[in-house]
């Protein structure tokens, strides 16, 4: 599966910012969906998860009640909604396709490109 990301870009502490990304040629091995981030100088992390079948989503601590992670099964596409937006926020963020929701990263069989989000205060 190919994934294709958009969105992304400088957001101001506090503000939103929604993330897309389009998985293109899904098969069997891209049940579930996910987003990940890393900052500089640290490991990537889980953000959000779910599956393209069922409604439950994961979600880091971190970002619990902040952001919400959407799937538009016609479009393929899923998408990640950043409200009050922190500067620990700032990191580049990658979806990822895979068999279920993981927050390992050896998990997932593709990734997309990744997208920055720059937080300023």
């Known amino acids: 599966v190919q994934l294709v990301q958009s969105g992304g870009g400088v957001v101001q502490a506090g503000g939103s910012l929604r993330l897309s990304c389009v998985a293109s040629g899904r098969a069997y091995d891209s049940l579930a969906m996910a987003w990940f981030r890393q900052a500089p100088g640290k490991k990537r992390e889980f953000v959000a998860g779910m599956s393209w079948s069922a409604p439950r989503i994961y979600y880091a601590d971190a970002v619990k009640g902040r952001f919400s992670m959407s799937r538009d099964v016609a479009k393929d596409t899923v998408y990640l909604q950043m409200d009050s937006v922190e500067p620990e926020d700032a990191a580049v963020y990658y979806c990822?396709?895979?068999?279920?929701?993981?927050?390992?990263?050896?998990?997932?069989?593709?990734w997309g490109q990744g997208t920055q989000v720059t937080v300023s205060s």
């Open positions: 990822a396709s895979g068999l279920g929701v993981w927050r390992r990263e050896e998990e997932y069989n593709d």
